[in-house]
C-alpha cells in the first residue's frame, strides 16, 4: 500500500484532505526504479480546479503511454497547507508517488489565465526548487510551461527553463528523448536547454536578450546563441482523429468543477471575434471525426462511472456532425441515467429541441453572449450576432417554456460610447418585452434576465492586442452606466445585473501584455502575501499594486497605452501561423466597423493554413 | 430485489469523507455494471443508503450500503466485477441478498465493534489500562454530551457493552446507530477526563471492525452482524 507524505495528524488538520492524497481511479503508478524520467504536471490552483482540467489529463495519458516516463499531478496546496508545509519545511510532493517535486526530472506547469502567477511561485518555493531559473542545478528539475499564458512568457521568463508553445501532443516525445540522452551524457544543465531551444516550438528564455528603447518600449530582442531561433513556432496537432485522448482519466473522490467526462469534439473556432486569445491562438479549426468521439464517450463512461458527459469546445454549434453526436449520446446515455451537459450551443430551433430533451426546462436558462450592447459595436468586435437573432431564439425559447435567460457582455471595448453601454439594457429590455408577449397561460411567471458583464482586458495575438486598456475608474463608471440604465426600464425588475471586480482586471491586462521587467513585481507580489489572486477572497490589491510600484512598474505603461502599428511586442518572437498582417487588417476594419466573414464562409488568409489542417483544407462546397 | 455491500475502508481512503465515498460507490456500481433501480422523476437518483457514515480518519472493514437492483449476478460474480474497478484502500467483503422484509441497514445499526490504538509515541506515560478496565465497570458514567438539544448529561455505560484492552489495543462493542450513537472518541474522552490522562483525538488510531442489528431485548441484547440478515446468492 502507498504511504503518505503527510502524517494523519497533519491532513487531520487541514480542510479537505483529500486533495492531497492521491490515489483516484485510474491514477497510474509505476516503479520508479523501472522509469527514465519523472515528470510532474502541476496545474497552479486548488486541486478541485486544476482536476477539471481537459488538458493535464491528455497529457498525463500520454506521458504515461511510455514505459521510460511516469507523469504524475500536483496542485497549489489550499492556505491552510500553505503553512503547514512552510513551518514545517516539508517539500511539496507529487499526488502518485508522493516524492518530493524537487527529486523529478521535469516540473511542467500550464498556465491557463493570468491571476495564477503567484501561484507558480508558491509551487516553486514550495518545492524548495529555486525560483529563478538560473539559480538552478543540475540536481533540479527543469521547469516547463505551457497553455495560453505561454503565448506571452516574458513576465513569467525567469522562472521558467523552458516553455511549450502549441498543442503538448507533438513535440513533448522528442524532447523526452534528447532529455534522456542528455541525463545519460553528464553535460551541463545550459547545454540541454540549447539542445532543447531547437526543438520546434520550445522556447528557452535564458537563450534570448531583450534591449529597450529610452521610452520604455521593446527596442529589439535577439538570441544570445547561435542554438535558440530568431522565431519560435507554435506546434499543433493537424489530424485530431489520430491523436492522444485519454480512454481512463482520473476520478477524483472529492468534487471536482468539472465532475463528469469531458468530449473535445474540436479545437480552434472559425468566428474570429477580434477580442478574443483563444479564437486566433487555436487556428486551424479542426474537428474530431465523429467515429473516435462516439467510441471514446463509450469507452470514458465505462471506465470512469461519471453519470454525466460534456462536450467541450469553443462554438460547439459550427461542429458540422453536432446533430448525430447529440443523438448518438441521447441514445446511449438516456437509458443508462447518464445525463449531457451541453455547451453554450446558439439558440436556434434545433439546440432548443436538444435542450428540451436533455435537460429541466424549468430549471435551466438560456446563455447568450452578444458581447456587446450595439449592433455597431457588435460588429466592431465581429461578434456575428444579431438583435434579430437573438430575439428569434429567445422568442422560440419563451414559446417552449424557458423564462430564464443570461446574458453576457463585455466594457471597455474598443471605440465604446455611452449609447453602447445603454444598449445593453435596452437589449435586456427587449428581450423581457418579447416574453410578456407570450400568452399568459403559456408562460411560466414572470421571466429572469441576468445581464453579467465582464470588462475587456486586451490580450496578445489578439486585432486588439494594439488597444488601450481602461482605467479602473472607467471600468466602474461604465458599469455604473449599465446599472443606471437598466433601473430606466419598463421591466427592471425582470433584469438583474452583476458586474466583474475592476482591481483584478487590471492587474489581468498588467500580467497579460506585459514583458520581462514585470518579473521583479510578481516575486515581490509573492512575497508579500499574494496567492489565489482569481479568488476574491484572497485577492489583494493593495500588495500588487505596492509591489508594481516598489518595482519602478508603470502600470499605466502596460494598461492604458494605445500601441503603435509598429511597435515591437514582448511575444512577436512567437509565431502562431496568423500573421500580423492579418491582425493589422484586422484592427482597421474594427475601426471601420466592417464584419470579416467567418472561416466556413469565406478565408480572409490569416496564415494558419500552413499547418496543414482543418478548415483550411476542408473543400469548400 | 434488494442486496447489502459490505466493504472495507483502509490505508489512505480514510481521509475520503461519508460524501465521497457515497459519490465514489454510484460510480463503481456504474463501473461494475450492476443493474441497479433508479428513483423516479426528471433527476433519478440509484437507490443506495449506508448504514452508518464513518468519520473522516478512521479505517473500517464492516462497512455496508443497501442497494436495490433489477437483477443481480452471483455474489461471487459480483464481488470479482466490483473489487475489479475499486480503487486501493476499498474493498468488498460480500454482496448478499436481502429478505424482501428487511429493513435498510441505516435503520437497524444497534452496535458497533471499534479497534482503538494510541499512534506511535502517542501513547499516555500513566498506567491507563488498568484504569480503563476501572472505568468501564463503573456501575453508572455521566456525561455531558453535545445533542441537538444542547449539552445534556447522559450515563453512557448503558451503551458500553463491552471494553477490554488486549496487547495494548482497545476493543470496544458500543451502541451506534440512530437511537444511541456512542463515539470511540467521546468514551475515549470521557476516560480522559475522569483518569486525568490527556488524550486528545489525534493520538487515536480508530478502526471499526463491524455493524450489528439487535435482535434481543433491551436488557438481552441479541447482536447479529449485518451482513447475516441476507444470503449469498449462487450461480
Known sequence: MRTLMLSDEILMSVEKPARYIGGEVNAVMKDKEQVDIRFAMCFPDVYEIGMSHLGIQILYDMFNRREDIWCERVYSPWADMDQVLREQKIPLFALESQDPLKDFDFLGITIQYEMCYTNILQILDLSQIPLEAEQRTREHPFVIGGGPCAYNPEPLAEFFDLFYIGEGETQYFTLMDLYKKWKKSGAARADFLKQAAQVPGIYVPSLYDVTYQEDGRIAAMHPNCPEAPAKVIKQVVSDLADTFYPEKPVVPYLKATQDRVVLEIQRGCIRGCRFCQAGMLYRPTRERDLGMLKDYARRMLDNTGYEEISLSSLSSSDYSKLGELVTFLMEECGPKKINISLPSLRIDAFSLEVMSRVQDVKKSSLTFAPEAGSQRLRDVINKGLTEEVILNGAGQAFEGGWSRVKLYFMLGLPTEEEEDMKDIARLAETIAERYYEVPKEQRRGKCQIVVSTSFFVPKPFTPFQWARMCTREEFLHRAYVVNHEIKEQKNRKSIKYNWHEADVTVLEGILARGDRRIGPAIRSAYEKGCLFDSWSECFKNELWMEAFSECGVDVDFYTTRERALDETFPWDFIDIGVSRRFLEREWARAAEGVVTKNCRQECSGCGASVFGGGVCHERQD | ?235
Open chain 2, 1 to 235: 430485489m434488494n442486496v447489502r455491500i459490505k466493504f472495507q475502508k483502509t490505508g489512505p481512503l480514510r481521509f475520503i469523507s461519508h460524501l465521497d465515498v457515497m459519490r465514489y460507490f454510484q460510480k463503481v456500481i456504474r463501473r461494475a455494471g450492476i443493474d441497479i433501480c433508479f428513483s423516479e422523476g426528471f433527476s433519478p437518483h440509484m437507490i443506495m443508503s449506508f448504514a452508518s457514515p464513518l468519520g473522516l480518519g478512521l479505517t473500517s472493514e464492516g462497512e455496508y450500503v443497501d442497494i436495490r437492483v433489477g437483477s443481480a449476478p452471483s455474489s461471487a460474480e459480483a464481488l470479482e466485477r466490483l473489487n475489479e474497478v475499486m480503487a486501493e484502500g476499498m474493498k468488498v467483503l460480500s454482496f448478499r441478498r436481502l429478505p424482501d422484509s428487511s429493513k435498510n441497514a441505516m435503520s437497524i445499526v444497534a452496535a458497533a465493534d471499534y479497534q482503538v490504538r494510541f499512534r506511535e509515541g502517542r501513547e499516555p506515560a500513566e498506567d491507563w489500562e488498568e484504569r480503563l478496565a476501572d472505568f468501564s465497570g463503573q456501575p453508572e458514567i455521566r456525561i455531558l454530551k453535545e445533542t441537538k438539544k444542547g449539552r445534556q448529561e447522559v450515563d453512557i455505560r448503558p451503551w458500553i457493552y463491552d471494553c477490554r484492552v488486549l496487547d495494548g489495543v482497545i476493543h470496544m462493542q458500543v451502541s451506534a446507530g440512530s437511537v444511541h450513537n456512542l463515539k470511540p472518541e467521546l468514551l475515549m474522552q470521557s476516560f480522559g477526563a475522569w483518569a486525568g490522562i490527556q488524550i486528545p483525538a489525534s493520538a487515536l488510531q480508530i478502526h471499526r471492525l463491524e455493524l450489528y442489528a439487535d435482535q434481543g431485548t433491551e436488557e438481552e441484547h441479541r447482536l447479529i452482524p449485518l451482513e447475516e440478515l441476507g444470503e449469498d446468492i449462487g450461480e
